[in-house]
């Protein structure tokens, strides 16, 4: 039961700090092409 809650949790965190690393990018990718095309 705990190793299930811990599997769980774990992958829990990997989902989130997953969607973290994508936004980031994503926001990252917006701002370089504003950047872009207001120089």
Same mark, same amino acid.
């Given at each position: ?17 997953? %969607? ?13 092409? %504003? ?5």
């Amino acid at each position: 039961m705990l190793a299930a809650r811990l599997i769980l949790f774990v992958r829990l965190l990997f989902a989130l700090s997953l %969607y973290d690393m994508t936004t980031v990018l994503s926001v990252s990718k917006e701002s370089d092409f %504003y950047g872009s095309n207001f120089s």
